[in-house]
């Protein structure tokens, strides 16, 4: 989103040279998986009847479906267990030592958007699901017949037990998130800011500790036919990133936030730390910007970005 009453130049959607380094790396991930996806769809569609017994391609393509599930239920576990261990544990991993700024003196409070509508939605969904995981739990012949209960393996009753979890939690947090409203999305006092987009704080963070703040772009997921694309962020770095992080993350997800500082600041060439959507800010990005440069007094640079 371009800030209101200010003009985007050409270069601040052109990739640097690190994020084209990036996306090289990345085809060498993306054109194996694609290779094995088209043997696993030409095993799979080949005509052969259906009544023969399973042949040494069906097993190859059984061994390929089963890589993949295993790989993506290992990333989608990582962050699903990071994200429980947080909400449960975020009363205790609140920052002592930058408690007092928000007691300071309030200069600016966003509040996150009415999501009413979307909020009821996410809720009855994710508990319709639970109440079907419930019925395969507690009633499976109600939906399964006891052959097809049979043939359930290890693997696969593992992560129904996982998405059985997922899905409860999933009706905690929705169900909260409808009834007592999001919390703000930015706060700022005279001694720090917070800043919760969905629901994950940084913490606060003390206008003392910000040492660099500038505009800048990462990478982001684009559509289907254009793959990755750039996505303006205000990017700053913090004097002790390590402390804020270990003060506001549980320790799962203080290992997935520093991989993706890690990747952040590579991009932004150093102001990685903490990201902030300009399009979270709409028509008050602007009071944001002006508010960093008054407050933080660290080396502020958008003059190449914005004209």
Same mark, same amino acid.
């Given at each position: 989103?371009?800030?209101?009453?200010?003009?985007?130049?050409?270069?601040?959607?052109?990739?640097?040279?690190?994020?084209?380094?990036?996306?090289?790396?990345?085809?060498?991930?993306?054109?194996?998986?694609?290779?094995?996806?088209?043997?696993?769809?030409?095993?799979?569609?080949?005509?052969?009847?259906?009544?023969?017994?399973?042949?040494?391609?069906?097993?190859?393509?059984?061994?390929?479906?089963?890589? =993949?599930?295993?790989?993506? &239920?290992? #990333?989608?576990? /990582?962050?699903?267990?990071? $994200?429980?261990?947080? *909400?449960?544990? !975020?009363?205790?991993?609140?920052?002592?030592?930058?408690?007092?700024?928000?007691?300071?003196?309030?200069?600016?409070?966003?509040?996150?958007?009415?999501?009413?509508?979307?909020?009821?939605?996410?809720?009855?969904?994710?508990?319709?699901?639970?109440?079907?995981?419930?019925?395969?739990?507690?009633?499976?012949?109600?939906?399964?017949?006891?052959?097809?209960?049979?043939?359930?393996?290890? =693997?696969?009753?593992?992560? &129904?037990? #996982?998405?059985? /979890?997922?899905?409860?939690? $999933?009706?905690?947090? *929705?169900?909260? !998130?409808?009834?007592?409203?999001?919390?703000?999305?930015?706060?700022?006092?005279?001694?720090?800011?917070?800043?919760?987009?969905?629901?994950?704080?940084?913490?606060?963070?003390?206008?003392?500790?910000?040492?660099?703040?500038?505009?800048?772009?990462?990478?982001?997921?684009?559509?289907?036919?254009?793959?990755?694309?750039?996505?303006?962020?205000?990017?700053?770095?913090?004097?002790?990133?390590?402390?804020?992080?270990?003060?506001?993350?549980?320790?799962?997800?203080?290992?997935?936030?520093?991989?993706?500082?890690?990747?952040?600041?590579?991009?932004?060439?150093?102001?990685?730390?903490?990201?902030?959507?300009?399009?979270?800010?709409?028509?008050?990005?602007?009071?944001?910007?002006?508010?960093?440069?008054?407050?933080?007094?660290?080396?502020?640079?958008?003059?190449?970005?914005?004209?």
């Amino acid at each position: 989103m371009r800030p209101p009453g200010r003009t985007i130049k050409q270069n601040y959607y052109t990739m640097t040279g690190n994020q084209k380094k990036i996306i090289r790396k990345l085809q060498w991930i993306f054109y194996p998986v694609a290779l094995l996806l088209i043997i696993d769809f030409i095993l799979k569609f080949r005509n052969h009847s259906p009544l023969e017994p399973d042949t040494k391609a069906d097993q190859l393509a059984d061994v390929i479906d089963k890589i =993949f599930m295993i790989i993506v &239920f290992l #990333f989608v576990s /990582i962050g699903a267990i990071a $994200l429980i261990q947080q *909400f449960f544990t !975020r009363e205790l991993n609140k920052p002592k030592n930058t408690a007092d700024a928000a007691n300071a003196k309030l200069l600016m409070k966003i509040e996150a958007p009415n999501q009413l509508a979307g909020s009821v939605i996410l809720f009855l969904v994710s508990l319709g699901f639970t109440i079907m995981l419930n019925v395969m739990l507690f009633a499976p012949t109600f939906i399964f017949e006891q052959e097809q209960i049979d043939r359930f393996e290890l =693997f696969e009753k593992f992560i &129904f037990g #996982f998405f059985y /979890i997922i899905t409860h939690f $999933l009706v905690l947090v *929705f169900g909260l !998130r409808l009834f007592k409203g999001m919390p703000p999305l930015f706060i700022a006092t005279e001694k720090g800011f917070c800043y919760e987009p969905a629901g994950i704080s940084t913490g606060w963070i003390l206008w003392k500790d910000v040492q660099a703040v500038r505009e800048s772009s990462v990478l982001s997921g684009g559509r289907v036919n254009n793959g990755p694309t750039l996505m303006p962020v205000l990017g700053i770095k913090l004097t002790n990133p390590d402390a804020y992080n270990t003060a506001a993350y549980a320790p799962l997800l203080q290992r997935v936030v520093k991989l993706g500082q890690q990747l952040n600041n590579y991009q932004t060439e150093g102001v990685g730390d903490i990201l902030l959507n300009p399009a979270d800010f709409g028509h008050q990005y602007e009071k944001v910007i002006q508010l960093f440069k008054q407050q933080s007094k660290a080396m502020f640079d958008y003059n190449s970005i914005v004209g």
